[in-house]
């Protein structure tokens, strides 16, 4: 089937709708009959949510034709600030960040939108949406009325919301209501004068005719600190709830109107160390279909999950720090690589009871391809590399400093400083005050003894704070430590990274620290690895792959651009770049998630994909990696030959 048929056919219908004049148009609550009135006439969404962040841009209109063939009638979006304000002050809306492209494909599917501008999101997102260099001021109160906070706040939204105002229904758009902050009621600080500021900035900017709304989760404590007069309050809840408990709940805040549950979960997420989630197809199906037959408006939370690519994955923080795998699959209908699922299936054939849905087939699901076996070399210790990855040197500090002070939001740090002393007994580094965030890879370079072994362990925050090392006085002490996602939920948001406070070796407290920020994102990006390596200076000798290493190698596609998965037999945790683009991190040593999302468009059909991979701790002596035609979630998989 050609998927771009009924593409063009949407696009010319909505295209002749469009020419009725902006301000016949509306989109309202009637309290009186508890519904949603559109254009004068009772209205009720199926929506699901979909993350333009977590895709890419080339699957977009694939993505949002599949939903609509599903049977929804609109989506919902959030905005996460921090990809597009990543540095204070410089605004990115353009390719993959490129919002008011995607309002236009979806408007063009004929997709209303549900629009979630936070300023904080959740959503599994890296500190919830919020820029890290927010935490330049030591003691600020995200989410509250503290004055640099909302400052900040102000001018990100004097952008945003003047580039969606078009978008509104009311204009001519298909933004139908937009959501204020989001489940406010489950943060500490309660702050009302937040939330009124926040009020007051929406209806400023996108005047009184949208509707503004809250969500917030199923208990009495989330509704009271989440709601505010003038914006409407919706609820949330999965599969696990009484659906007529909870919209008893909606209604004690909001008495009147209609109806809504703003996520309804169809999955769940991961963490590393967790078994792979998910929600039983027949309890989603069956509920969603008892809460259209009551009237509500639902949305389904995710409806494609995509995939946390980069250093975008959030974290948890419950008794310990709980960091979010790469894949953002959820479980959901359409699957991590935007493929139907048995549930969409299911879901769609109880939204046809419940209005007329798109006549024609499914879009199918992308193509995709085993491309095989690629075997990697290696690059170089990265210890080895710094004048490469860190072309701007190293900053000097006493102690150490953190990746928010030194202006290093994401990724990598290298903290290096000299033993004090020779402790050629095993002697413990001891992170006292758990320090570590999140990981760090400690390596001793025998500046006296180049064919000493580097690598000598790993620290983790919560859990290995102390390690032991040995060496001669004045030997190099390297430590890499790596950001592995800012919490996203909770209390505990203001997440610094980096080693945030001394660390003690011995009895003593190591100081007079280079600390070097480490851009590998630009170095892979610019090709550095396909120009010449013949002055990369050699590094000490390593045992058998051990360490922070890169290695590298290409992949010929075959003249194809299908999707793949790419296993990682016998490594054991790091992240990889395919053509530039950093696909997130692997850990298959720790699971659940075993294959890494490899998009067809990220490959090129016509000349060699670069490969790099920076492997944290060991690599196998194979050296082998595997492109597979199907993803592998969870550990209880088939294992994959690597004769």
């Not at 046809?352 to 990697?376: E, S």
Request: hydrophobic share 35%; net charge negative.
């Amino acid at each position: 089937m050609n998927s771009h048929v009924p593409f063009v056919l949407i696009s010319l219908f909505v295209l002749t709708e469009s020419y009725v004049l902006a301000d016949s148009r509306s989109f309202s609550i009637d309290y009186e009959n508890n519904c949603f009135r559109k254009d004068g006439k009772p209205f009720q969404y199926i929506s699901g949510s979909i993350h333009y962040s977590r895709i890419p841009r080339d699957y977009w209109k694939d993505r949002l034709l599949k939903m609509y063939m599903t049977g929804l009638n609109a989506i919902q979006v959030y905005v996460p600030w921090n990809f597009h304000e990543t540095i204070q002050g410089t605004f990115n809306f353009v390719g993959d960040r490129d919002l008011e492209y995607f309002l236009n494909l979806a408007n063009q599917t004929g997709l209303l939108v549900i629009l979630r501008p936070g300023p904080y999101i959740c959503a599994e997102w890296e500190m919830g949406g919020l820029p890290a260099w927010l935490l330049h001021k030591p003691n600020i109160i995200l989410r509250s009325a503290d004055t640099e906070y909302l400052q900040a706040v102000s001018d990100w939204l004097a952008v945003l919301l003047t580039k969606i105002k078009p978008w509104l229904y009311q204009n001519g758009g298909n933004i139908i209501s937009i959501q204020v902050e989001n489940e406010y009621g489950s943060y500490f600080a309660c702050d009302y004068n937040y939330m009124r500021h926040l009020h007051t900035l929406f209806r400023l900017f996108l005047g009184e005719d949208i509707i503004l709304f809250t969500t917030d989760g199923n208990t009495d404590k989330e509704m009271i600190c989440g709601t505010l007069e003038g914006l409407y309050a919706t609820i949330d809840f999965g599969t696990d709830t009484n659906i007529t408990t909870a919209f008893n709940r909606q209604r004690r805040f909001e008495p009147k109107g209609p109806l809504v549950n703003s996520e309804f979960y169809t999955g769940w997420l991961d963490h590393w160390g967790d078994k792979h989630a998910s929600v039983d197809n027949e309890k989603v199906s069956q509920m969603l279909g008892e809460m259209l037959a009551m009237g509500a408006s639902v949305n389904m939370y995710m409806f494609e999950g995509g995939t946390n690519f980069g250093y975008w994955n959030g974290a948890d923080y419950d008794t310990r720090f709980r960091s979010v795998v790469t894949s953002y699959d959820y479980n959901s209908p359409l699957s991590e690589a935007g493929d139907p699922t048995d549930k969409l299936l299911a879901i769609r054939d109880v939204i046809k009871t419940f209005r007329d849905i798109p006549v024609g087939p499914m879009p199918p699901a992308t193509p995709k391809l085993a491309y095989g076996f690629v075997t990697l070399l290696k690059v170089g210790y990265i210890s080895s590399l710094l004048d490469t990855l860190s072309p701007q040197g190293p900053v000097r500090s006493q102690y150490p400093l953190t990746f928010e002070e030194v202006k290093q939001y994401y990724g990598f740090m290298l903290y290096r400083t000299t033993l004090p002393r020779n402790v050629p007994e095993p002697t413990p580094l001891i992170s006292p005050l758990n320090g570590i965030r999140d990981r760090a890879y400690v390596s001793v370079n025998g500046v006296s003894r180049p064919l000493v072994k580097m690598y000598q362990g790993f620290m983790e925050r919560d859990t290995t704070l102390v390690m032991n090392v040995t060496g001669r006085q004045g030997d190099q002490l390297d430590i890499l430590v790596e950001n592995m996602g800012r919490v996203n939920f909770g209390t505990y948001i203001n997440d610094n990274k980096g080693l945030l406070g001394n660390l003690i070796l011995g009895n003593d407290v190591l100081d007079d620290w280079l600390i070097y920020p480490l851009d590998i994102n630009t170095a892979v990006g610019s090709g550095w690895l396909q120009s010449d390596h013949s002055e990369i200076p050699p590094g000490p000798e390593l045992e058998p792959g051990d360490g922070p290493i890169i290695y590298s190698g290409t992949l010929k596609t075959k003249g194809l651009e299908w999707d793949s998965f790419l296993k990682l037999n016998g490594w054991t945790k790091g992240q990889v770049w395919v053509n530039g683009v950093n696909l997130g991190r692997y850990w298959p040593q720790r699971g659940p998630q075993q294959t890494l999302y490899v998009p067809g468009p990220f490959l090129s059909a016509t000349q060699p994909n670069n490969i790099t991979v920076l492997e944290l701790e060991r690599a196998p002596s194979h050296g082998r990696i595997l492109f597979m035609d199907r993803p592998q979630l969870d550990n209880t998989g088939q294992k994959t030959s690597e004769h």
